[in-house]
């Protein structure tokens, strides 16, 4: 019989599920090294933690993994129901209120090591969580796709930790109640935009007028067709940098993103290179701890590692 620690929490309504005992030695290094063997060796822990039985198709999970980088205070790995995310925004948020939970972080700053770079995330005595992010940029601005049963949409291409599409002028409702249907047309979206040439873009992001206070309210679609539930932090980044590059939004000011359910994340840049449009965005927002759970792993059990589609 296995077993697997693991810290679930959530931010802004989107799950977590640290690994904090139990993970699979991955042999150091960078992270980004440690991702590929996670992938190409370790599939099944992965859908053992976050899939069904133990989990669902909105669980984030994260494998804290020793850092090359000393000065960090973890590496971490996140994952979801269909494989591993180069970054994840509320995930960091939710692992630095984890450690704070086991009392291995104090208030002040910590750098995480994720696979596509070094984090930084500060935690305030109140809770509050700001991760300055990888830096984020916009690669193509009003790309224009045909989606099966809709017709022509424009939208952007923008990186900020995961590739984006994001649109502005799609004629949707971004309401809980028409969930299943943003999920139906993101997904074909996705389908779409992934027919261009650009990277192989994981997320999909609809924007819509605020109505929880913020500057804007959005939908977002996950790789593995689930929504997220909070703003989404790598989804707000690359929200930032098309702002930026458009000059909506100057480096410093605030932009209050609110989540399909009206939970908020709060972002604000600063330029790295402006003349690439590349800026270092900076994401705050709150989790909250609520399960320490120990996971068992018995060979004998039909779905001990997770129902996989
Ligand atoms: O907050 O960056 C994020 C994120 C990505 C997927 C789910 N949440």
């Not at 599920?17 to 992270?31: S, W």
């Not at 971004?174 to 873009?201: C, H, K, M, Y």
């Not at 410093?252 to 840049?269: C, D, M, P, R």
């Amino acid at each position: 019989m296995n077993k697997i620690s693991v810290i679930d929490s959530h931010t802004g309504g989107e799950p977590t599920r640290v690994v904090v005992a139990g993970g699979p030695e991955l042999g150091g290094g960078p992270v980004a090294g440690q991702l590929q063997r996670f992938r190409s060796q370790h599939d099944r822990f992965r859908s053992a933690v976050v899939n069904e039985p133990r989990g669902s198709d909105v669980l984030v999970g994260a494998l804290l993994v020793e850092p090359e980088d000393k000065s960090c205070a973890a590496g971490v790995i996140f994952f979801n129901n269909v494989g591993c995310l180069a970054m994840c925004g509320h995930g960091t948020i939710g692992l630095i209120a984890t450690l704070a939970h086991q009392g291995k972080i104090l208030p002040g700053t910590h750098k995480i090591e994720t696979p596509v770079g070094i984090v930084t995330a500060t935690l305030q005595s109140n809770g509050l969580v700001s991760v300055a992010n990888v830096p984020s940029y916009r690669t193509a601005k009003g790309v224009a796709v045909e989606v099966a049963g809709h017709g022509p949409i424009s939208g952007d291409v923008a990186w900020g930790g995961n590739w984006f599409f994001l649109v502005g002028e799609h004629g949707c409702e971004l309401s809980l109640g028409n969930v299943e249907a943003l999920t139906d047309f993101t997904w074909r979206i996705r389908q779409a935009v992934n027919t261009q040439g650009f990277p192989e873009v994981d997320h999909v992001e609809l924007f819509g007028p605020p109505q929880s206070g913020g500057d804007s309210r959005n939908f977002v679609l996950c790789p593995g067709k689930a929504y997220d539930r909070s703003p989404c932090g790598t989804g707000t980044s690359a929200k930032l940098a098309c702002l930026a590059a458009d000059g909506q939004l100057g480096e410093g000011e605030t932009w209050v993103q609110e989540s399909i359910l009206g939970s908020t994340f709060t972002g604000q840049y600063h330029w790295v290179n402006r003349a690439r449009g590349e800026i270092l965005p900076v994401i705050t927002g709150t989790a909250h701890v609520n399960a320490e759970a120990t996971l068992w792993l018995d060979e004998a059990d039909p779905f001990c590692w997770g129902i996989r589609s």
